[in-house]
């Protein structure tokens, strides 16, 4: 008896608006993480973007090492021109 494997659900073809990597966050979509998702933040790409939002122009990364009293990063939000895209 053979077993048939579920088709993995296809990444959406282009990227939310905003996009956060935590997923407690309103705003993280599982589908879009099974691609490698980049970001350009004013000409330079990033690795360290924990949310973006392209309309607003914003990203949130980590201040350093410095963590909250939850254990959690502490969040810069910058503001500049914001372009996601898949690798």
Known sequence: MTESAA???????SL??????????PHYVAAVFERDVGI???GVERHD???YCISE???KVPHGRTVDRKGNPVMLKL???VEA???
């Open 7 to 13: 088709a993995p659900t296809p990444a959406p073809a």
């Open 16 to 25: 939310p608006d905003r996009l956060s990597i935590d997923p407690r966050s």
């Open 40 to 42: 350009r933040f004013n």
């Open 49 to 51: 973007v924990e949310e």
């Open 57 to 59: 122009g914003w990203v």
């Open 79 to 81: 503001k500049g021109r």
């Open 85 to 87: 895209f898949y690798r």
